[in-house]
């Protein structure tokens, strides 16, 4: 590749990253810790409880939801968090736009998140996320689409 084209390519991927499009969405890490600590007080599974909105605490969630005849939204919302005794309620949500991950692309993700079904898993350092699964990052991590 010519070393102009290289600058071009970084140079796209800061605008990106500057305008947003990278951006995925962003949850409040504290407030999901204390509906994870909460379920788990409750006998519920939330997984580990590590502020990280993954598969397990939704299901817990819903689980929760559907025994204290709450709307079932798997979402944390207003009667739900109320339920629970947390206050806090995860920051407005900002939906992904205009990127596509391919495999072999190097990105960074923080919030909402669902790896790729054609990756083969999604890498951050120790982190790997399974094809299809669905997380809640509360801070910004590097991957790499596998």
């Known amino acids: 590749m010519k070393p102009i084209k290289i600058v071009y390519a970084i140079i796209i991927v800061v605008i ?6 990278l951006n995925f969405a962003v949850a409040s ?18 997984g580990p409880v590590d502020g990280v909105w993954g598969q397990k605490t939704k299901s817990a969630l819903i ?22 005794g947390v206050t806090e309620a995860p920051k407005p949500i900002k939906k992904q736009s205009g990127y596509t991950i391919r495999k ?18 999604c890498i951050s350092g120790g982190l790997r996320i399974s094809a299809g699964t669905y997380v809640v990052l509360p801070q910004w991590r590097n991957f790499t689409c596998k």
């Open 16 to 21: 990106f990253c500057m305008s947003g499009f």
């Open 29 to 46: 890490d504290q407030s999901v810790y204390q509906i994870q600590q909460r379920l788990l007080e409750l006998g519920y599974d939330p």
């Open 63 to 84: 689980e929760y939801q559907t025994t204290q005849k709450l709307s079932v939204t798997g979402e944390p919302d207003e009667p739900t968090r109320e339920r629970l």
């Open 104 to 121: 072999g692309d190097s990105f960074r993700a923080r919030g909402e998140f669902t790896c790729p079904k054609y990756c083969d898993g």
